[in-house]
C-alpha cells in the first residue's frame, strides 16, 4: 500500500512578539492508503496545526510535507449555511470549484441515497439534529472526491451518546467510500476506536512520542462501537492513558 502522507522532519515555529514559540519538533509519521490515522495529544500541542501544514494553510518553519492525493477538510463545527438547504449546501464546494456537473451531482445523488440523506435533501440545516448535520457536513467533504481526509475533533461539539453513533456512521462512510483519513482529537475511547493507528504527541513543543498500530477486529461489521466492547479496548486505552498527562485529556 502506498503513502498517502508523508511528513518527514516537521517543524514549526511562531515569532510573536514575546519571542520564539516552537510548536512542532521533528514530527515524522505517514498515513497508508485506505488507514484512519488518528493524531492524538493534549490540547495546545500542535495537533491543528499540523493539519493546517497540510492543507497550505501554514508553512512549515522546516521539514518535507508529501502528499499523494486530493485533500478534504471536515471542521469541528458543520459550518453548513442555514439559508441553503441540504442539497445546495452539500453541493457549494463544487460550486466554488466550478464542478457542478452533471456527473458531480449524480455521484451526490449516490452518496445521499447510501447514507440515508436523500429524503431530507430539500430540507433545512435547522430542521436536522447535530449528528444529522455532522454526516451531512461529511457527504460535503466527499462531494469533491478527495482522497485524503482531514478531521479535525468532528465530534467535539455533540453529546456523548450522539458523538458514539456519528462516530459510527462516520467510520462507515470512510471506509465503505476508500478514503485516507486523519483524525485529531485528544479523546483516547476516540481515538481507539475509530483508528488504524495512532501517534502520540507530547506537550508543546510536540514531538511523536510513540506510534500505536490498533488490531481490535469485533465479530462481523467492525464499527466504533463495537470496538469500545472488546476486552482488550481497555488494555490500548491504559497504555495510551500512561503517555498522556491524565489532567489535559479526556477519558
Do not use: C
Not at 1 to 25: A, C
Not at 44 to 65: A, C, F, Q
Not at 69 to 91: P, S
Request: hydrophobic share 40%; glycine share 6%.
Amino acid at each position: 500500500m502506498k503513502d498517502m502522507v508523508k511528513i518527514s522532519d516537521l517543524n514549526q515555529t511562531f515569532y510573536t512578539k514575546d519571542g520564539e514559540l516552537e510548536v512542532l519538533k521533528n514530527i515524522n509519521f505517514n498515513l497508508i492508503e485506505g488507514e484512519i490515522l488518528t493524531i492524538l495529544g493534549p490540547s495546545g500541542s500542535g495537533k491543528s496545526t499540523i493539519l493546517n501544514i497540510l492543507t497550505d494553510l501554514l508553512e512549515p518553519t522546516s521539514g518535507e510535507v508529501i502528499l499523494n492525493g486530493k485533500i478534504g477538510y471536515m471542521f469541528q463545527k458543520d459550518n453548513l449555511l442555514e439559508w441553503r438547504n441540504i442539497m445546495d449546501n452539500i453541493t457549494i464546494g463544487l460550486e466554488i470549484q466550478h464542478k457542478k456537473t452533471p456527473e458531480s451531482i449524480q455521484r451526490v445523488e449516490s452518496l445521499l441515497k447510501t447514507y440515508d440523506l436523500w429524503e431530507f435533501r430539500n430540507m433545512y440545516p435547522k430542521e436536522l439534529s447535530g449528528g444529522m448535520r455532522q454526516r451531512v457536513a461529511l457527504i460535503r467533504t466527499l462531494s469533491v472526491n478527495p482522497d485524503i481526509l482531514l478531521l479535525d475533533e468532528p465530534f467535539s461539539a455533540l453529546d456523548y451518546q450522539t458523538r458514539i453513533l456519528v462516530s459510527d456512521d462516520v467510520y462507515r462512510i470512510i471506509k465503505n467510500e476508500g478514503k485516507s483519513a486523519i483524525l485529531v482529537t485528544h479523546d483516547i475511547s476516540e481515538a481507539i476506536s475509530m483508528s488504524d493507528k495512532i501517534i502520540v504527541l507530547s506537550k508543546r513543543p510536540a514531538i511523536v512520542k510513540s506510534t500505536h498500530n490498533i488490531d481490535l477486529v469485533p465479530e462481523g461489521e467492525k464499527t466504533p462501537f463495537k470496538v469500545r466492547k472488546l476486552p482488550q479496548f481497555q488494555d490500548y486505552f491504559d497504555i495510551l492513558w500512561k503517555e498522556l498527562d491524565r489532567y489535559e485529556i479526556k477519558q
